[in-house]
């Protein structure tokens, strides 16, 4: 679920991740069950009853709460290594992770989760190991995070701590470094052990089984259980008849895994004799177990969500929706239960864009604006935006079956006294859309709401960059309206030199209003550039002041200094920043930079290119970097994942030199003069609006605290 459709947070504040079998299914394209075409429309159009009592997912919160507060905090307070020299610092710090992934009030520290898990895990007085490892949780670079559970599971024998913390450790440690990771080896087979110990030594209880079930299918231990789904099938039942509930829907879920394992990968017709008797068989005894954990417990929602994968599988669309009435009755929130109805809803299996939209619509209609409901329809668009396999930046948001439902859905939860404390949001939401679909008076008037003061955070994510999308409406909506539009639709269509032309003769129009000025000066400069870079000119890639307003700054400190270079200072999560002026799908960019100073002698510098955000992958990151782990290395990843391609090279201490090209989707690049890359594919590809790459500069942190000056970068394109 993208923060795109929602206000600054989902009410509760929790996105909750659900890695399911639907997405491991989303590779079979062929139905099993040949239904009538309206069927699916029907099942998505019925109403969804009753929704004013049911339960939802802040008050499962409120369970899932109290399982972390045991786990954590009261096990620091009870069993923790206590330093009065950063106890208070360290409950605190628990407290505010608690509250941060449990959706209840917002307890918030005075600096961000990952600051202060740098300063406890730096803090020579902070020993203890549940702390250490909440501290690895929250760290962002990788390789700190791994030495953190590293060091807090060589910290947790000889003290009092339960099992629980130690198995969260040792299952995320082994996320981290997948070769340790497999059925066989000794960490997995130490994690086993830990699991069994959890139910001995009271980590868990019976009261847990529902969160239990949530980590080993849609949670942090989902990959640890599908490698050791049998050997924690058989633990569970020998915890005892009070976990039947839990046991069977381990069990329920093992039986879908295998049943698709069985049928393999392929279309249908590929299948093999052998292959459909293993899937029919597998859901066959799915089916029976999961029913039956549904009949001991109608009241927790996961097993009859998985069984909506079942009948995905073995039924259609209309025992799929029989599930999904009886998995709101127990949430009506529930995620996994909407995005496996609306999976069943693809064309590809018992639905069409028809059937999506219906289900959309059907959220609306609940009326559940204290919840998630509604806001489903906006994930049924984006259904439907991906069968059309619509370009990057374009959206179906202004057709007229869709439009007057997302009015519908934003006036809603603006309108909601439960929401007040993300309104603000939702009307920067409500504008973006607005915006997309061409209705520049709607989305000026929530941005007028706002006192022309969007929520930047709601701002990213959209695939394109919002950073202008305000002064943009305003220009649309103010005097000059109408040749604002013309000349924005001859920019959109390459018209560079026309639109350009008509921005400089509307620079002294008196009509113009102080938005439409500032807006007409934006453009005027961008296109400037754009026109330089489209006749093959080098072009500067620096702001041209700490403020340049053709730049998004979105972290580090930064500073042009009088003999033009940018200094860049920066902590735990690095720095980014970009030029708005598209530079096309070719070109290069060249530069320097030197390294002022580092905590420890590591450096990171770089570029960042595509559509840059930090919280999604929709752009690549060319890094020149120095790392203890790593050495000396240059890198091209989606991000600054570890979805890269990596070169190591020999770094200078204090100057280093750059050549990157980008052109026909491959990569050439030199650092100091010598050939790193040479017409390299990048690890994977991104989807960027008309092909327009922006570029800018930035570079992970990697733990120091530094200061780079980047030096003469320039940027052109390449035809």
Known sequence: MSKRAFGLIIAGGMIILFATAVAFIGHFATKPIIEPPTGGIAAAGKPVLPTSATPTFLEAQKRVREFRSRQWLEGYEKRGRRNPACDAEAEQFIRAFIAANSGGPEETLPVSLE???????????????????????????????????????????????????IFYATVNLMSQSRDKAGPKGEPNTSALGLLAKCFA?????????????????????????????????????????????????????????????ARGSGYAGSVTNVGWQGFNSNLAEARKILTEAWNLQPRFPLAPCRMITVSL????????????????????????????????????WYGSEAAMLALGKTAISTGRFDT?????????????????????????????????????????????????????????????????????????????????????????????????????????????????????SARAAGQIAPALKQYSDMASAPAADARSKEFIQRRQARLSVEERLHEGKWVDLLPADDHDPDWVYSFGKTHRLADGALEVEFGPKGHMLFSTVPVGRNFEVRGRFETVRSSNKNFQAGLVLGVPDFDSYNWYGFRLKRHDEEGDVVCLGIGWSRQQIVQHVVLNDLTNSFDFIFQGGKTTASVNN??????????AAIRVPDNSYLVGLGAFSDSADAVVRYRDVQVRQLH
């Open 115 to 165: 600051t202060e898990s740098e300063r406890l895990a730096r803090n020579p007085d902070c020993t203890d190991p549940l702390v250490l490892t909440v501290a690895a949780v929250n760290t962002l670079n990788l390789f700190d995070k791994a030495h953190r559970y590293e060091r807090a599971l060589a910290a947790y024998p000889g003290t009092a701590h339960r099992a629980y913390p």
């Open 372 to 488: 998630d409901v509604p806001r489903k329809f906006f994930d049924c668009v984006s259904d439907a935006e991906s069968e059309e396999a619509l370009p990057a930046g374009r959206h179906i948001y202004g057709r007229p079956d869709i439009w007057p439902e997302f009015q519908k859905m934003y006036e809603g939860y603006i309108a909601e006294p439960a929401q007040l404390p993300w309104r603000d949001g939702w009307r920067t939401s409500y504008a973006v859309v607005a915006y997309f679909a061409g209705r520049y008076d709607v989305a000026r008037g929530q941005l007028e709401a706002l006192d022309w003061k969007p929520v930047h955070r709601n701002l990213d994510g959209w695939g394109v960059d919002l950073s202008s999308m305000p002064l943009e409406v305003a220009a649309r909506t103010g005097p000059l309206g109408a040749k604002i539009a013309a000349a924005e």
């Open 674 to 683: 010598k050939e790193v890359f040479h017409q390299a594919a990048p690890p």
């Open 201 to 261: 030594d009271a980590s868990f209880a019976p009261g847990d089984q529902q969160e239990i079930a949530e980590i080993f299918v849609n949670n942090w231990g989902h990959d640890f259980f599908e490698n050791n789904d049998a050997q924690v099938c058989e633990i569970v039942h020998q915890a005892g008849p009070s976990y039947r509930w839990l046991s069977l829907v381990l069990d329920g879920e093992r039986h879908i895994t295998e049943a698709w394992k």
């Open 313 to 348: 599988g073995d039924s259609g669309i209309g025992e799929m929706r029989v599930w999904f009435d009886r998995t709101l009755a127990a949430q009506i929130d529930y995620p996994g239960a909407w995005s496996s109805m609306r999976w069943g809803l693809r064309p590809r």
